[in-house]
């Protein structure tokens, strides 16, 4: 059990994030995929946050979350321009 007492460790290192966006005039569905990270060499450390681009759409589909301790969390119709502090959810 992880000090934060949800199964994996509190910054989430290791979570695989999957963001669905209809971006185009098109329609066509964009994945984008980022992993949580740390790191770091002389004078720089790798960002614990996440950024992604949406272009035009106004939400994100569905935001998919695969954390460390296996546990899978969705969020859907996600608006653009915010910044989002997600926890797992307890098991």
Known sequence: MAIDGTGSNADGIGARVYVVSRT?????ALTQVQEVHAGSSYLSMDSL?????LG?????DKIVIFWPSGR???LTNVSAGQVL???EPAG
């Open 56 to 60: 035009q759409a106004a939400e994100a």
């Open 24 to 28: 185009g005039a098109d329609g066509a």
């Open 49 to 53: 946050d996440l950024e992604f681009g």
């Open 85 to 87: 502090s997600i926890e």
């Open 72 to 74: 899978i969390q969705t």
